[in-house]
């Protein structure tokens, strides 16, 4: 398995961007699929996860600012971000898991899979 994000970048506050997540190795749609996020000085986070049936969670601060999308036909996530601030900032991770349910236990996601990273950077 493997994730390949890109799309990252830098742009000014009240912008937008939109980061993929390439899956290979496996079929996203199968799996519990997810963006989380790293901010500096903070731990790593998740912003939004879909899982194999298609239901959307997102972190309360991006809600309706952000949109978790997974496409079937070339096996890649994505993540639209619009309205982004300098609380957006951090280094974002794609995450897959082989329970397609996304359950959390403990507060936490068992996330199996992960990309590298891609920064994110909100400039003022």
């Known amino acids: 398995v493997q994730l390949v994000e890109s799309g990252g970048g830098s742009v000014q506050s009240g912008g937008s961007l939109r980061l993929s997540c390439a899956a290979s190795?496996?079929?996203?749609?199968?799996?519990?699929m997810g963006w989380f996020r790293q901010p500096p000085g903070k731990e790593r986070a998740p912003v939004a996860t879909?899982?194999?049936?298609?239901?959307?969670t997102y972190q309360p601060s991006v809600k309706d600012r952000f949109t978790i999308t997974l496409n079937t036909a070339n096996n890649t996530m994505y993540l639209q971000m619009n309205r982004l601030n300098s609380e957006d900032t951090a280094m974002y991770y794609c995450a897959a898991d082989t329970d397609p349910r996304c359950t959390v236990v403990g507060g936490f996601y068992g996330m199996e899979y992960w990309g590298q990273g891609i920064l994110v950077t909100i400039s003022p």
């Open positions: 879909i899982d194999s049936d298609g239901s959307m």
């Open positions: 190795g496996m079929t996203a749609s199968r799996y519990c």
